[in-house]
C-alpha cells in the first residue's frame, strides 16, 4: 500500500500535468479536428473547462475519507464483496489502459519513426522501462518527472515558437462555423483521453500526498498546465496542417513538426515532438500501471505492491499485443466504443461513489 | 523466443521470491506465482500466435448500444 510513500505538491503538479498530456498530445488533434473540423481548438478549450469539473468531483471524493486510497474507499463504502467487485472495473480499466498505451507508442514506432523493427520489440523496450519505474516506486517515479519536467518545457516551447512562421490563419476561418453539437462531440473525446482516466489518481490521491493542503489546487494547477499544451498544439495543428489533414493523419502533431523549416537550415526536428511523448506516455503508462498493480495487491489484502510489478508487467506486454489486433480496430473502437466506456467509468460510477460516500459519511457521524 | 520468456521469468523469480520465502509470506508468495504463471503463459501464446480472448471486444459488445445512442444524440 501507500502508507509510506510521500510525494510533495509541486511533484504531484509536474504529475498531474504529465498525466494530462500522456497519449493526449498525440491522438487528440486528429479526434478533435474530425468532429469540429477548424474549430477544434475551440473544442479543446471546451473540453479543457469540463475537465476542470472533473478534477473537482475527483477532489471532493479524495476529500471525503483523505486517508484510504481507492480500493479502501470502495469496500469502506459498498461494502466487502461488492466494493471488490466494483475495484475490479476500475483495475480493469487500468489494465486495458496500461496496454493500450503501450500499443499507442509502439505503433507509433514502427508506422513512423523505425518502420523495420517488429513492434514487439518496442513494446519491450518499453515495458521494461515502465515497470523497472513502478518497480523503484512512486517517489521515485515523481522525482523522475521533476527532473523531466525542464526538459519537456524546453522541448515544448522550443518546437512552439520554431512553428510560429508557419501558421496560415485563413485556415482557422470561418471560426464560428461549426455547430454546438459536433463541438461537444470533440470535447467528449477530450475529456475522455485527458481528464477521465485521472480517476485512477485517486489510488494515490491524497493518501500518497506528504501534506493535504493545497493538494486540490496541485491537482487543478496540473490539469491546467496539461490543457494549455494540448490547446496549443491542437491550434498549431490547425493552423499549419489545416483541418482536414489533421483529421486524416494519424499523429498529426508529428507531421506538425515535419513542418519546421527555418531558413532551409533547422529542418526535420520531428524527433523532439517524439521525444516529449517518450516522456509524457512514459509517466502515463508507469500510472496505469501501477493503478494495475496496486489495484490487485489492495484487492487481494497484501501489503508491498513491489513482487507483483514484474509479473503484472509480463501479462500487460503480452496482452499490449492482443488488445488492439490492428490499428482500423483501434481507430473504431478509440472513436466509438470508448467515450461511452470511459464516461461511465470515469464520470458516472464516481459521482455515485460520491453520493454513496457522502451519505454513508453522514450516517456515521450522526 | 520461448527460452527467452521463461529466463526472464525465472529471472523475476530469482529476484522476487527469496525475501518472501524468508518473511514467510504465503499468500504473496501464492499471488505472485500465479501471476507469473499467467504472464509467462500469455507471452508464449502471443509469441506462437495462440489467440488469446481480448477483454476489448468484451468491452465493445456492452458499450456499443450506448455510443450509438450518443451518436444519435449528438449528430
Known sequence: MTNNVKISIRQFTILMMFYTIGTTILVIPSTLAADAKQNAWIAAIVGWLLGLLIVYLYFSIGKLYPQMTLIGFLEHTLGKWFGKLVSLIFITFSFLGASTVLFYLANFMTTQVMPETPIGAFIILFAALVFMGVRLGLEVLSRSAEILFPWFLILFVVSSILLIPEIEIQKMKPIMEIGIKPTIKAALAYIGTASLPLVLILLIFPSALNQKKGAGKAFMIGTLLGGICIILITFLSISILGADFSSRNMYPSYALAKQINIGNFIQRVEILMAGMWFMTIFFKASFYAYGVVAGITQLFGCKDYRPFVFPCGMIIAAYSLVVYPNVAYMMDFDSTVYIPYVITIGLLLPLLLLVIGSIRKKMSSR | ?75
Open chain 2, 1 to 75: 523466443m520461448i527460452v527467452g520468456i521463461v529466463a526472464t521469468a525465472s529471472f523475476f523469480t530469482m529476484i522476487e521470491a527469496p525475501p518472501l520465502f524468508k518473511a514467510k509470506k504465503k499468500k504473496e508468495l501464492w499471488l505472485f506465482s500465479i501471476l507469473l504463471l499467467i504472464g509467462t503463459g500469455l507471452c508464449i501464446s502471443v509469441s506462437l500466435d495462440i489467440v488469446i480472448p481480448n477483454p476489448l471486444d468484451l468491452v465493445y459488445v456492452v458499450f456499443k448500444p450506448m455510443s450509438r445512442l450518443l451518436d444519435n444524440l449528438l449528430k
